[in-house]
């Protein structure tokens, strides 16, 4: 059977993830471009709504991130350096 290939590792300090992969890294990059191009965007045009609408952007693009690292990083826990096993 295949290992599962993740594109996000678990941090080995506290709770989260960092890019482990070229495809990790990617959607990193494309969320950040998402969020200041996005309200850079708004803010271009000249809306009177434009911080509602890059809350919203940056909202939506931060619940699409969380999914995608979610789905394809390594299971989330708390972790305070490695594992004793891990050390030997």
């Known amino acids: 059977m295949k290992e599962k290939e993740f594109w996000f590792r678990r941090k080995r300090y506290g709770w989260g993830w960092y890019p482990r992969s ?38 939506a693009a931060t619940i699409v991130l969380a999914a995608i ?13 490695e594992k004793k096993k891990d050390r030997m």
Do not use: N
């Open 22 to 59: 070229w495809k990790g890294w990617s959607v990193l990059l494309a969320y950040l471009v998402l969020v200041i191009g996005g309200s850079r965007l708004f803010y271009f045009f000249g809306d009177e709504h434009a911080p509602r609408w890059s809350a919203l952007c940056l909202f």
């Open 69 to 81: 690292v979610w789905k394809k990083g390594e299971s989330p826990r708390w972790q305070w350096g």
